[in-house]
């Protein structure tokens, strides 16, 4: 290891352990002041519960006590609101302000809990950020500055030698896998109060697809696990390490942002230069991702620093998360408009249609309508019509925000993808699964809508929109999506999940100028390149036969292209020969005519 | 009808697959090295940490059975041409057949060098090669020697390197590779080779290897007298038709088992491919053994069909290769030798960096193109094969030469640059007429 190397990791190291150990940092007091809760009447009764109960004023060190305590406080609140407005609400006051549903527990305890702590990091936030984001950016950069020395070229040493990209062994990733999938779907039934309904549908569905995998394949291996599939025969530990850290990561981002209010502290002073608001789970989300997208894409620039391509994709993907996900919404909210992405397109945004975003956007004037018909136009013609020109890889390695932080934080896991025939199998299922059901919903929110019924058939809408953006959104997008990056791949999402890519690559496949061709007998079969493709597709098996590669699933990343040794692969566009791209050409090198003179 | 392959390299499977296609004869595949077929040019890969050794393999396990071609392992000690029957060195019992392919690929060549088999020895060509220099590394290496200057030399070379472990590499010309490359090439390779650290010495041979009493090698003697203590050597100085088990057979051998234009040795019914054939009348320009996977490829396909009932001539069509030379990729198409013939002429053009090149050769009278050498730039393989088959006019492709770039979007074209060295050796004004773009060359291949 080069020694700016072993800085960068020591740097880094230091930064993640501040960054974690922040999170316990602190006393927990709960004052008039630091209750937040905008609510009157809410505010009112929990004031006066947490006063009886003795939790006002009461200093506590433990996070999670006092997260328990406040809750019951809550609890009893919404009780004893509920036994109020039965008496009688007060004057013109609606039921629905008045009384406390549970859905407002999580907001209410997780800006209470931040302003209730004092103590280092609320002290000192300044101090706290060049701890974590800015020393942990610095330890990168450092880390990557060999990548930008000595001779360029593919570097791919060791990376089936690392513990932290190896991958993991085919019964731990099962393992991983299951367990994350039934952790998912147990919680679900508390996201849906108690419904076990959909976590049950889910189940079925899951089960479906396994059994169409693998009871109608014929493909009856013989005895040890198939060549291709992404298992190495050693355990990448600190692959595991990393992959449960960014769960645990995602879990608390999502699901219990109270306990990770220590870092909106941290980040409160950018936020509020950026958007004059405090910083929420949201904001800590997207300043992480950006700082991370920066510096791993510039360790991605210097990893191929003699690839035009790669560069410039690089630097377009960094481009569009800092200006048009991370700036732009911020400064669009200080300026009182909708906070808006630009480049966020329907099914991946797939709040696009909800209400209250609806509502919000017709009620901002001009700039609002034009976000939704800017909106609506790029899903309609945005959409087909550029991924007719380029193929889906504008959007899916340029553009998008997902595809930029697996194409940074990600790269050195893109070896991972499982490249069976078995899992294109299950890709295909579950990502146009997945859009279905994006499409379902949507249409569903969208009938609520316009007819103001939540019941459509035997269907709610408000419960399936709110499991679609907890199984998919979420858990799918977030849990699975980042957190699997060292156990399968940096697409795992982009590749089964993303509905999106899923409607980008029907284009793809159907009626694109977009293909990767090969150079004619060239190619050696060595298999760089269905290695290091991150979409897990076989790209050596349409290489060694000269074939042209038209895959749904393909992003154009160009690093087949790049690894290739050989000098065998090209990302083109062309219609010359639209209609014909997938005909399987050339067998190697005998003449057709001279076969049919002998024959 | 049952055909049995010796061999499961690209020549045998390239076969195996195209017989299945065309037919339903019974195929059996036999191998002594892996279970099932694997990219030997992948290997260095794997030692490297770029790939795991199922990732070398192109089809899954279930690729086999789906095509029913069945997969036999065990290594063929006898062949009994007369009663159509193989026997093995396994407990196996013997395997009768009507058609026999033998594809059992090459060997590395040992000169008989003193101590040549002492333990950490070995050349690189099987799996077995791949685990020796494993075991070898576990146990530490303070240098390693390569011995010979080609292709898979080079490769070794960058495999120990990637471990940090020093190498020295003894090469017998006075620059890398010179007896296939050009001069500017090859000296463009031996700086490479130095600017990665590697101790290149050139104009060596190796003498003896000297053992360190424990059967293990301890340094290396080179002609020059030098002593160079290491703890591994790699022979490298090229390979040899692996047909060792054919000695005591009726089929005829020479270098390689002699086979004719349509594949076939002396004996009815047995056929060679790959690199263990050796052409009684090569094609005209052409080598009668040409250990490459491409023409290995090549011939599996040809004799597919002939055994199918589409009698085929081999035709391997204008020559090709490619390779890399650590950070350097290199590819040819056509008639580029080292030394160039009299009535030849060539254009080079050579990036400033030094790791690129362009050579375009043509015939200096009829001013017909005859080969293109590149380093690391890429070029279109059938665009350059079209217009060396139709003796194309070297104005005419240099006019074109952009529909040859391969190099990714946004690279940097240098085509106008070897225009322009045309341009100025013939006192012409050609100027690129077309564009790199796709439609062109689908338009251009397809007229
Ligand atoms: C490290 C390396 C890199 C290379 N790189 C390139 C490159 O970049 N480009 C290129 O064109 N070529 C390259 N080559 C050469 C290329 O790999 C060979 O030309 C090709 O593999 C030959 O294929 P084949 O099918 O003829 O034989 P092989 O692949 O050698 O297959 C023969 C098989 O038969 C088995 N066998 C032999 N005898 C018996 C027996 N008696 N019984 C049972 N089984 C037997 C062997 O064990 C072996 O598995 C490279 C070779 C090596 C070693
Ligand atoms: S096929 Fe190539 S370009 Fe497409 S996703 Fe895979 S590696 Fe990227
Ligand atoms: S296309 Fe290139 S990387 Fe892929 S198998 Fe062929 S030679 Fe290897």
């Known amino acids: 290891m080069h020694f700016l190397e072993k800085i960068g990791i020591t740097l880094l190291i230091i930064a993640f352990t501040f960054f974690t150990l922040s999170l316990g940092l602190g006393s927990y007091q709960l004052t008039e002041d630091s209750l937040k809760i905008s609510n009157e009447y809410h505010k009112k009764e929990v004031l006066s519960v947490a006063e009886e109960t003795g939790l006002l004023n009461q200093e506590y060190d433990s996070r999670p006590a006092f997260i328990t305590d406040f809750k019951n406080v809550l609890k009893a609140s919404t009780k004893n609101l509920e036994a109020k407005a039965a008496d009688g609400l007060p004057e013109g006051v609606n039921e629905w302000d008045f009384k406390m549903g549970d859905w407002t527990y999580k907001d209410y305890t997780m800006y209470t809990v931040k302003h209730s702590t004092t103590g280092m990091v609320a002290n000192n936030p300044f101090l706290f950020l060049l701890l974590t984001f800015i020393l942990g950016a610095i330890g990168v950069i450092i880390h990557s500055i060999p990548k930008f020395m000595g001779i360029a070229g593919i570097k791919n040493n060791h990376i089936y030698q690392s513990a932290m990209t190896r991958g993991l062994t085919l019964s731990v990733r099962s393992i991983m896998l299951t367990a994350t999938i039934f952790g998912v779907l147990v919680y679900g039934i508390f996201y849906l109060k108690g419904n076990f309904m959909w976590s049950l549908i889910t189940l079925v569905v899951m089960a479906l697809i396994t059994y169409l995998v693998f009871v109608k394949e014929n493909e009856k291996e013989p005895d040890h696990n198939p060549p291709k599939s992404a298992s190495p025969d050693a355990l990448g530990w600190l692959g595991l390490v990393t992959g449960i850290y960014l769960i645990g990561f995602y879990i608390l981002l999502y699901w219990s942002p109270a306990y990770i209010t220590n870092w909106m502290l941290i980040t409160d002073p950018v936020s509020k230069m950026l958007s004059g608001n405090e910083a929420s789970q949201w904001f800590v989300y997207g300043f992480l991702y950006t700082i991370v997208m920066l510096v791993m894409g510039l360790r991605m620039i210097g990893k191929y620093r003699h690839n035009q391509y790669q560069i410039l994709r690089t630097i377009s993907v960094i481009f569009f998360q800092t200006v048009f996900a991370f700036t732009l919404p911020e400064i669009l909210v200080r300026l009182n408009y909708p906070y808006y992405d630009f480049k966020n397109i329907w099914p991946l945004n797939y709040t696009f249609f909800f209400d209250w975003n609806l509502n919000q956007l017709i009620d901002s004037g001009g700039l609002g309508i034009f976000m939704l018909v800017w909106g609506i136009v790029l899903v309609i013609i945005g959409v087909p019509l550029i991924t007719y020109f380029f193929g889906k ?109 899923a409607y980008l690559g029907l284009v793809q496949r159907f009626k694109s100028r977009f293909r990767i061709t090969t150079n004619g007998g060239q190619c050696i079969s060595c298999g760089n390149c269905s290695t290091y493709c991150e979409m897990g597709i076989d790209v050596r098996a349409y290489a060694q036969k000269g074939q042209n590669i038209v895959r749904s699933s393909c992003v154009g990343c160009g690093v087949c292209a790049a690894v290739c040794p050989r000098g065998v692969l090209r990302l083109e566009n062309g219609s010359a020969d639209i209609s014909s791209r997938t005909t399987e050409l050339k067998t190697i090198h005998i003449t057709e005519d001279q076969i049919k003179l002998l024959s | 009808m049952h055909i049995a392959i010796i061999g499961n390299g690209i020549s045998g499977v390239t076969a195996a697959r195209f017989i299945r296609k065309m037919s339903d004869h019974r195929i059996t595949m036999i191998s002594a090295e892996t279970d099932y077929f694997f990219s030997r040019t992948a290997l260095m890969y794997i030692y490297m940490g770029h790939m795991r050794f199922e990732d070398t393999q192109p089809y899954e396990p279930w690729f086999w059975k789906k095509n029913r071609i069945d997969l036999l392992k065990g290594y063929v000690e006898k062949i009994d041409t007369d009663n159509k029957e193989l026997h093995f060195r396994e407990n196996l019992s013997s395997l009768k057949y009507d058609k026999l392919i033998i594809a059992t690929g090459s060997k590395s060549n040992k000169f008989g060098w003193p101590g040549q088999d002492l333990k950490n020895v070995g050349g690189l060509y099987s799996y077995q090669d791949l685990e020796a220099m494993e075991a070898a590394s576990a146990d530490g290496i303070n240098r390693a020697i390569i011995v010979g200057g080609g292709l898979i030399g080079i490769e070794m070379a960058e495999m120990f390197h990637t471990r940090h472990i020093p190498v020295t590499f003894l090469v017998r010309e006075n620059s890398y590779w010179n007896n296939i490359l050009p001069a500017e090439e090859s000296q463009m390779v031996n700086r490479h080779i130095r600017e990665h650290g590697f101790d290149l010495k050139l104009e060596t041979e190796l003498k003896e290897i000297v053992d360190d009493g424990t059967g293990k090698v301890k340094a290396v003697v080179t002609n020059k007298g030098e002593t160079i203590e290491c703890k591994y050597v790699g022979l490298t100085a090229g390979v040899s038709p692996n047909i060792d088990f054919l000695k005591d057979s009726n089929i005829e051998t020479k270098r390689g088992v002699l086979v004719n234009e349509y594949l076939e040795t002396n004996v009815s019914d047995v056929y060679a491919i790959g690199d263990c054939s050796e052409h009684r009348n090569p094609v005209e320009g052409r080598r009668p053994i040409e250990a490459i996977w491409y023409t290995g490829r090549m011939m599996g396909e040809t004799l597919a069909h002939t055994i199918c009932q589409q009698k085929t001539k081999y035709d391997p069509g204008v020559w090709f290769n490619s390779a890399k030379f650590l950070d350097i990729e290199y590819q040819v198409y056509g008639d580029v030798q080292a030394k160039m013939p009299e009535n030849y002429q060539a254009i080079y053009w050579e990036h400033r960096d030094g790791r690129k090149s362009i050579r375009i050769i043509y015939e200096k009278d009829t001013k017909v193109i005859k080969g293109f050498n590149l380093m690391g730039v890429r070029y279109r393989h059938e665009v350059c094969e079209k217009w060396l088959k139709e003796k194309t006019n070297i104005e005419t492709v240099l006019k074109d030469l952009s529909l040859a770039n391969f190099d990714p979007e946004f690279y940097k074209e240098y085509e106008a640059e070897v225009l322009a060295i045309y341009n100025q050796q013939n006192g012409t004004n050609l100027q690129l007429k077309k564009k790199r773009s796709w439609n062109q060359v689908f338009t251009f291949l397809s007229s």
């Open chain 1, 393 to 501: 890889r504008w959007y899916c390695s340029w553009v998008c925000g997902c595809g930029g932080l697996a194409e940074t934080l990600g790269d050195p896991y893109r070896q991972l993808s499982d490249k069976s025939l078995r899992a294109w199998k299950f890709e295909r299922y579950i990502i146009h699964g997945v859009l279905v059901f994006a499409v379902v919903m949507t249409a569903l929110v969208l009938y609520s809508y316009f007819t103001g019924s939540s019941n459509v058939l035997f269907l709610n809408s408000d419960t399936v929109r709110s499991w679609y953006g907890f199984l998919i959104g979420s858990a799918f997008a977030g849990v699975v999506g980042t957190g699997f990056y060292p156990l399968m791949g940096n697409r795992t999402w982009c590749r089964f999940g993303c509905p999106l890519a």
